[in-house]
């Protein structure tokens, strides 16, 4: 079992930034690949970002590149999302994921681990 805790969320002004954490215990988190997903009201979950545990190598969502960047420190068992120039529309609650088995994915599904969300509200 792996859980996952997410902190960092809050409410910003629109051009504002936040750093999301989320601290993993449990298992051997240097093999898991590790991301971030976002749901806001109404709206399907969506996938945000992914860090592999080999490389690592990143993915991001077209709508958040070159805004957001994830990162990790296997050391403290921890994922990041940096999020900078936030828009309102990257107002959802931010869900950290986790697992061992896949290395890149966008579907929810192939995450076994799941944090609780930590709620980003941007304000135009």
């Known amino acids: 079992q792996v859980q996952l805790v997410e902190s960092g969320g809050g409410l910003v002004q629109a051009g504002g930034s936040l750093r999301l954490s989320c601290a993993a215990s449990?298992?051997?988190?240097?093999?898991?690949?590790m991301g971030w997903f976002r749901q806001a009201p109404g709206k399907e979950r969506e996938f945000v970002a992914s860090i592999t545990w080999n490389g690592p190598h990143t993915y991001y969502a077209d709508s958040v590149k070159g805004r957001f960047t994830i990162s990790r420190d296997d050391v403290k068992n921890t994922v990041y999302l940096q999020m900078n120039s936030l828009k309102p529309e990257d107002t959802a609650v931010y869900y950290c994921v986790a697992d061992d088995s896949v290395l890149f994915s966008t579907k929810g599904s192939r995450y076994d681990y799941w944090g609780q969300g930590t709620q980003v509200t941007v304000s135009s």
């Open positions: 449990g298992r051997t988190f240097s093999t898991y690949t």
